[in-house]
């Protein structure tokens, strides 16, 4: 029977949870170690052994890779809102996680993000990709993901071995781990927002069943309008996942399984007052609408009627947001062999589906003008629904006190199936070489199957610039005929020329032989290793054909947007048929001059293979795609210290990295055909002295657009969004019953757009926690997010302004100050 154990619960919140200091040390798998550093003196833990993409058995300490753990202390101090927003404390890491739950824009060290996700950077969980590709158009692999109780820590490999222990990752993998019962226990924890919508339950139990099994389950519910109101539940769903370990004499088989249905809105970009000049502006917010707390999401926009894929009626539920609905099961082995031979595999298969909806304003203005464009000279306006519902609005000028209207194009996506199913295979033996040492080689073999079937159906709406409860508007023309129908503009979205009305239905298969071969000499650790990706693009996508007079509500009268509606032309629908290799490949030495220094260089050349991105505009008549459009490449070189001494560790890296990259953007609907350069610094430092701790990171980029065949004037400038400085700072201090902490999340100024004009001014985001034991199993904590309420801009449409007037751009920031607070108790 398994014994109850309470624990001493020390923690604040974890995505507005509260996983406790101790439970989560007690029961999280703690990496292995070896050395003779104690625990005060590792504070960025040097001695534990390295699992994520690299060859098994090396410490950070006697690795050639640039790599990073946060432990679930280190995540409650950054006290974050979403997974995202965890990535932003791994040093090199780039995650603007304005979006919400997912569809974060995430890039490591330089590597460019040209249109959104995490295109040279690879999620994994357990050792697995969540996705093949981390920039499926709308269905980018942080949609996938969710961290919970179930989570033990998360490793994050920079550049280096990654491109040849795995595929599509030249940049890295940031990999999320799960606690697997090693040590009994478990906790419940119940947050609620406080002066906010939110409301969250989580729990997570494990321990050993016998002397030889064991499991772990955990996971969580929510449900609330979230850090922004949008009028109704924006967020409900959850998550469970379990696994159990068999152990033998020679290894161990663990079966895992994951349950992910979970609602979250998805932010898109704002209408945002900035005046000044494009090198200093000033950024705001209009009457009615803060950009810190207001969001487009209403009410009063919450279905969206039409067409699907198949020309039939359907009605999305924009409180849907992004909505993954995806059920997973897998399996890890490990066995010795016969002969030193160890053998490793890693399997899973994701039954994915889901929904992205969202709604992204095209087109921002005056809303007379905006009238104009839609019912011609002399249009009028009237609401659509709301409070006041066929009211004329005689002074469309002072509209909510802005006087401003949305042409709101729906993104209106449905991921029909996004399955896929990978296996790693390894077989692994060390030798002893003459006199040399041990030389250690790995054989493996990576298979991986990833479906993309998703259908685009978007429509057009008008929409007053209001963040409570915003109605829609109707227009009518100097004659009084309605040129809308109730606030929907188009079926379509003819502003852009009616592109996105879209089916596909493609497959990507991968197949990828790798070898590493390994030699310690003394305080040397040398390793080689050589990966060969094999990939296949199969299927078929059709874009949009203009019906006429197509009475799409069927109720018998042609409405002024029945006139022309965009459609899926199946008929016309084009294949997918190509296939594409690449070599990636990885060397690297770490020299350990004593047990508290080393330093590393490596240099490496890895594959990224592209995906959906490429269809409509790359893909051939027949099919096929050239070679150069199939594959982008980065070479890099880093070099590196570790050192440690009485408390304090250091990790430094110098890095420089070149860049190819084909990519296509659905907001401007352009393609890119670039190089890239990028040189810099990564540094992570950790101080530990009694009570007190502090860890820290900052990256210094300088990357520049090398070559751009589509737009030679950008050529010399720095990519957009990208800053030179990205930091954060972590101190917390702990004693007896009580433990409080902080963290400091930082840029330098940024350029919204790749021509270098408009500058998105440098903020810092504090986030701070506090947490109480009133008993040894019961604690209250508290945290907030965004402390001092600034306001900080990650992402814009537009690229430049007129100076020193009001301008209207479109814009994310960070949320605005949240708070939240949780009851936890731990068994």
């Not at 497959?507 to 060969?532: E, H, T, W």
């Not at 055909?673 to 860890?695: H, K, M, P, Q, W």
């Not at 790749?754 to 947490?771: C, E, I, M, S, T």
């Not at 900080?792 to 814009?811: F, H, Q, Y």
Request: aromatic share 10%.
């Amino acid at each position: 029977m398994i014994s109850r154990k309470i624990l001493l619960v020390a923690g604040v919140a974890m995505l507005g949870l509260a996983p406790a200091a101790a439970w989560a040390e007690a029961q999280t798998q703690q990496p292995a170690t070896e050395g003779s550093a104690s625990a005060d003196s590792d504070t960025l833990d040097l001695d534990a052994v390295v699992v994520t993409a690299s060859r098994a058995g090396l410490t950070k300490m006697s690795s050639s890779v640039s790599v990073s753990s946060l432990s679930t202390e280190q995540i409650e101090a950054a006290a974050p809102r979403s997974t995202a927003e965890i990535f932003r404390g791994l040093p090199g890491i780039r995650s603007e996680s304005t979006g919400g739950e997912g569809n974060a824009n995430i890039a490591v060290r330089g590597l460019p993000v040209a249109s959104g996700g995490a295109k040279f950077l690879q999620l994994q969980e357990d050792g697995l990709p969540v996705m093949e590709f981390g920039d499926i158009a709308f269905g980018n692999a942080d949609i996938f993901l969710r961290s919970d109780y179930s989570l033990a820590r998360i490793e994050s490999v920079r550049g280096g071995s990654a491109s040849t222990f795995a595929s599509n990752s030249p940049g890295g993998v940031i990999n999320l781990i799960s606690k697997t019962g090693e040590t009994e226990g478990g906790a419940i924890g119940l947050t609620r927002g406080l002066g906010y919508d939110h409301n969250r339950l989580d729990f997570g139990y494990g321990g050993p069943i016998s002397d030889s099994l064991r499991f772990h389950v955990g996971g969580f519910w929510r449900q609330g309008e979230g850090a922004r109101q949008s009028g109704y539940d924006s967020e409900k769903g959850g998550q469970i996942k379990a696994n159990i370990t068999k152990e033998f004499e020679t290894g161990y088989v663990r079966l895992n399984f994951k349950y992910l249905n979970d609602r979250a809105v998805g932010y898109l970009p704002m209408p945002t007052r900035i005046s000044g000049t494009n090198g200093d502006p000033s950024i705001g917010s209009f009457k009615g609408f803060d950009i810190q707390s207001d969001d487009i999401q209403s009410p009063f926009l919450s279905r969206s009627f039409g067409l699907d894929g198949d020309g039939k009626r359907r009605t999305a539920d924009v409180a849907d947001g992004m909505h993954p609905d995806s059920l997973q099961f897998g399996g890890e082995a490990r066995f010795d062999l016969p002969g030193g031979w160890t053998l490793t595999d890693r399997a899973k298969f994701a039954d994915n589906k889901g929904r992205f909806v969202s709604p992204f304003p095209a087109e921002v203005g005056p809303a007379a003008a905006m009238a104009a464009s839609i019912g011609g000279a002399g249009a009028t306006l009237r609401y659509a629904n709301g409070p006041g519902a066929g009211d004329v609005i005689a002074s469309p000028g002072g509209l909510n006190g802005n006087g401003l209207a949305m042409r709101v194009h729906m993104f209106d996506v449905e991921f029909k199936d996004f399955s896929n199913a990978m296996n790693d295979l390894k077989l692994s033996r060390s030798f002893e070489v003459g006199g040399l040492g041990p030389v250690d080689v790995t054989f493996g073999y990576y298979r991986s199957t990833q479906t993309i079937a998703m259908d685009w159906l978007w429509n057009t709406y008008l929409l007053e610039v209001k963040g409570d409860n915003a109605a829609l508007l109707d227009v009518f023309n100097a004659g009084g005929v309605k040129q809308t129908q109730d606030g929907l503009v188009a079926y379509g979205v003819p502003f852009w020329g009616n592109c996105c009305t879209r089916r596909y239905d493609t497959q990507y298969d991968i197949d990828a032989p790798y070898v590493s071969v390994a030699g310690k000499f003394g305080d040397l650790n040398i390793d080689l290793s050589l990966r060969s990706d094999h990939g296949e693009a199969s299927g078929r996508y059709a874009g949009a054909v203009q019906r006429t007079n197509l009475d799409v509500n069927g109720d018998g009268v042609i409405q002024p947007t029945e006139v022309s509606v965009s459609v899926v032309d199946k008929a016309n629908a084009s294949p997918v048929d190509y296939s594409w290799n690449y070599l990636s490949w990885s060397a690297g030495a770490n020299y350990q001059f004593n047990p508290d220094l080393a330093a590393f260089g490596r240099v490496s050349r890895g594959g990224r293979a592209n995906a959906d991105r490429l269809l409509f505009g790359k893909i051939r008549a027949d099919g096929s795609v050239a070679s150069e459009d199939a594959v982008d490449m980065v070479d890099q070189v880093e070099a590196g210290v570790k050192y440690r001494r009485d408390g304090f560790g250091l990790f430094a890296t110098v890095f420089w990295a070149k860049t190819q990259e084909q990519n296509y953007e659905a907001t401007t609907q352009k393609f890119f055909d670039r190089e890239y350069n990028a040189r810099g610094v990564e540094l992570e430092a950790s101080y530990r002295l009694g009570d007190f701790a502090i860890t820290g990171g900052a990256t210094y980029t300088d990357a520049e657009i090398s070559k751009d065949v589509l737009n030679p004037a950008v050529v010399g400038n720095r990519p957009r969004r990208q800053a030179q400085w990205v930091y954060q700072v972590a101190p917390t201090w702990s004693r007896d019953r009580l433990s409080a902490g902080a963290s400091i999340i930082g840029t330098t100024e940024a350029y919204a757009q790749d021509d270098n004009r408009l500058v998105f001014p440098a903020f810092a985001q504090v986030n701070a926690f506090a947490a109480y034991d009133l008993t040894e199993a019961l604690s209250l904590s508290v945290n907030a997010n965004n402390l001092f309420d600034t306001i900080g801009l990650t992402e814009a449409e537009e690229g430049s302004i007129t100076p020193n007037v009001d301008n209207v751009i479109r814009a994310r920031s960070i949320n605005g100050r949240t708070v939240t607070a949780t009851l936890r108790y731990a068994f």
